[in-house]
């Protein structure tokens, strides 16, 4: 398990001209393209677990981490809303804020990353649902954690 490069390595950028910054829409058609197609029904695991793995790099030491990184990131707004069992909503997800209702969750990553972070905490193993979703007609994300 090891991410392609580090946080620190990816976050460098030559672009003298054109910043930093990006629009939402070029992440989000990277994170929505059709891997189904690609890797069949088990797309969603795989980007679960690739999330998973940003979380277990970034090994955050506690939820405050988490909640700076993705503010920092603009990820979106990280909060614990209930403790048992646990649940973690966010806010102006940076997938799915905004997006129609499918029908079905669209956060697999953002789960993944969550259950990695998690696991760095509190050194247990976990998995994460997404119970709540811009993709279920939601206007916030909301994941309830499982120890396993
Ligand atoms: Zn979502």
């Keep these: 398990m090891a991410l392609k490069f580090t946080i620190e390595e990816i976050s460098k950028s030559d ?12 992440f989000r058609l990277i994170r929505f393209m059709d891997l189904e197609r690609y890797l069949g029904r088990g797309a969603h ?3 679960y677990e690739c999330g998973k793995e940003l979380g277990q790099a970034l090994n955050p030491s506690s939820i405050d981490d988490v909640v700076k990184f993705c503010e920092k990131y603009k990820i979106g707004k990280v909060e614990v809303v209930n403790k ?23 956060c697999w990553f ?3 990353f969550i259950a990695g972070c998690l696991e760095s905490i509190l050194d247990k193993k976990v998995r994460v649902k997404e119970t709540h979703c811009a993709g279920l007609g939601n206007n916030f994300c909301q994941f309830e954690i499982k120890f396993l």
């Excluded at 672009?15 to 070029?26: A, E, F, K, P």
């Excluded at 048992?84 to 997938?95: A, F, G, T």
């Design 84 to 106: 048992e069992p646990l649940q973690i909503r966010v806010h102006e997800c940076i997938s799915c804020s905004g997006l129609p209702n499918v029908g079905e969750n669209l």
């Design 110 to 112: 953002e789960g993944g």
């Design 45 to 47: 695991g795989v980007i």
């Design 15 to 26: 672009r003298d001209t054109l910043g930093r910054d990006i629009d939402i829409t070029v």
